[in-house]
């Protein structure tokens, strides 16, 4: 049997609902159609499934069945609203603008289109908090501008950006504003027309739903957005994204949809509760615990500190089951997921001017549906007790009791 | 993330030599290398009797567990070693003791950089305790 452990890192992915399972199952073996058949039964009901779930995701940001794109999850999501609106709309201009702590889906599509001279790209600095503003959105607007492109919440440290404020400039000087909302979807009320985005990224495994599927939203009136196709193959989803439906996928991802629908307000206030008593155990017993991000304006289940003094990577062993192969091991994340193989402090942490001393010391905890508090206590107890371990092997932290200056006895050390 | 070697385990579960001696004393080295926004500060000590034998060795350490281990077996290796054979340890020895990979190596560079920190420390020391005394 496997050893007992805790999932608290839900910003990574989710565990599948097992009524999202449940849903998908039948569209493996029986009503395995493909959606594109047109002459039998076969293809029929897939079609059928693949519209109702259109209508259900639709519905949830208050967006029409017609203007959902599925694809593969927020990655190529996030991939052809940009490097589609640029594409199609070169005419007018080449100028993006996004922020410096955007997921890499949207950094990478941005310095992809730089390297190949199809756009020019703004990066807008974050403030303390992780926050841009509407005004800096404003000012960095040129003629030429022809898409923003800016998340909903930071998948490192859950701070919300101000998208509606952000939305009205972008009407006001017609530019097409894309948003990656793939941590707050389902998490967070969207209302596409509040918010006032033209193009919208949501993934499936990040809420409770299955991998491998996601959506683009792309508004179809005031204004039309048009993309130039990534994929192109047999002109599925209006041309604009060619390849077989992933139907089981589709379902799996529309039933998470429909379900947070339902469960989203208590389960907000839920993990919410379980984050702040996380956040409460941890700094009651321990000095020198920094929360990152904004105090907030932050998703629900968010919580990033940095535990002055000691380094993220050995706190991680401490806590994964690397070392102390005894006790239940905790699954949380120093940095991101994915750039916690290079060593590297986040850039997202550096963004907002924290320094790398303290960047390197923070962990990240994805709180989820599956979350209980006992499982809150258990992980506060471990972490306490990780932290005073290696804060007593810490010579920083020992140099700082004494009242040393760390920055001044440091300056200049050779890196 | 990398797997750790069980020997990287072991030291990081069970660190030997933590701690502090008074840096006064006059037989003791000490060396601290690193930098925090490189995520990894080694504090190691050596208490070296009067013919140059290393009697004992503490040490602190900021840093990955790879890095907690390197410094941590560091405090084994040196003791009941003259200063001479201390200062020719080279990081390799490290590396294969713990089975470090590629992207730890740093980690047993920055060991080998904390003895002879702290070896050159005892040195100056020495030599001024030797002027007083002349």
């Known amino acids: 049997m496997a050893q007992p452990r805790v999932y608290m890192d839900n910003h990574a992915t989710t565990p599948m609902d097992p009524r999202v399972l449940e849903a998908m199952l039948p569209h493996f073996t029986q009503a395995f159609g493909n959606a594109a058949s047109r002459n039998h039964s076969f293809g029929w009901e897939a079609e059928k499934a693949v519209d109702d779930a259109r209508e259900t995701v639709a519905d949830l940001i208050g967006g029409k069945a017609k203007e959902i794109i ?10 052809l609203a940009i490097k589609g609106v640029v594409e199609f709309y070169r005419d007018r201009g080449n100028h993006v603008i996004t922020t410096t702590t955007e997921h890499k889906a949207v950094l990478d599509t941005c310095k992809a289109l730089e390297r190949k001279k199809l756009a020019r790209v703004t990066y807008l600095p974050v403030d303390q908090y992780g926050r ?15 898409l923003i492109s800016i998340m909903l919440a930071n998948n490192e440290i859950g701070t919300i950006q101000p998208i509606a404020e952000i939305g009205k400039v972008a009407k006001e000087k017609n530019v097409f504003f894309h948003c990656d909302a793939t941590q707050g979807f389902a998490k967070l009320p969207i209302d596409v027309s509040e918010l006032g985005v033209d193009l919208l990224s949501a993934s499936g495994h ?11 939203w792309v508004r179809s009136k005031g204004p039309r957005v048009r993309l130039t196709a990534q994929m192109d193959g047999g002109g599925h989803e209006r041309g604009m994204r060619s390849g077989t439906l992933n139907v089981p996928g589709i379902v799996g991802m529309a039933k998470a949809v ?22 409460r155990l941890i700094t009651d017993e321990l000095d020198e615990v920094y929360l990152n991000g904004h105090p ?29 192969a005894d006790l239940p091991a905790v699954a949380v994340s120093s940095g991101s997921a994915c750039t916690s193989a290079t060593l590297e402090p986040s850039y997202v942490l550096k963004a907002l001017g924290i320094g790398d001393e303290l960047a390197h010391t923070s962990i990240r905890f994805g709180l989820g549906r599956f979350n209980t508090n006992d499982e809150v206590d258990y992980v506060a107890e471990r972490v306490i007790a990780e932290v005073k371990r290696l804060r007593d092997l810490s010579p920083l932290y020992e140099m700082a009791k004494e009242g040393i200056d760390l920055k001044t006895y440091f300056a200049g050390a050779q890196h | 993330m990398a797997t750790y070697s069980e020997k990287v385990i072991d030291h990081y579960s069970n660190p030997r030599n933590v701690g502090s001696f008074a840096k006064d004393e006059p037989n003791v080295g000490t060396g601290i290398v690193g930098a925090p926004e490189c995520g990894d500060v080694m504090k190691l000590q050596l208490k070296i009797r009067d013919d140059g034998v290393v009697e004992d060795a503490r040490f602190k350490t900021f840093g990955c567990g790879s890095a907690i281990a390197s410094s941590s077996y560091v405090t084994e290796l040196v003791k009941g070693k003259t200063v001479d054979e201390v200062e020719k340890i080279q990081n390799s020895l490290i590396v294969q003791e713990l089975s470090l990979p590629p992207v730890k190596i740093h980690c047993s560079v920055l060991a080998e950089d904390a003895i002879k920190a702290a070896v050159k420390d005892w040195k100056e020391r020495h030599r001024k305790d030797d002027e007083r005394a002349a």
Do not use: C
């Open chain 1, 206 to 216: 990040k809420i409770y739903g299955p991998k491998g599927v996601g959506i683009l």
């Open chain 1, 132 to 146: 841009v503003s509407a005004e800096q959105v404003r000012e960095a607007i040129a003629d030429d501008t022809v």
């Open chain 1, 70 to 79: 599925w694809l593969s999850g927020a990655t190529e999501s996030d991939n």
């Open chain 1, 296 to 324: 907030t304006e932050r998703l629900p289940a968010n919580l990033n500190l940095s535990f002055a003094y000691i380094e993220g990577e050995s706190m991680l062993m401490g806590l994964n089951g690397s070392a102390h």
């Open chain 1, 258 to 279: 429909e379900i947070a629908k339902v469960e989203m307000p208590a389960e907000a206030a839920r993990t919410q509760g379980m984050r702040d008593r996380l956040h």
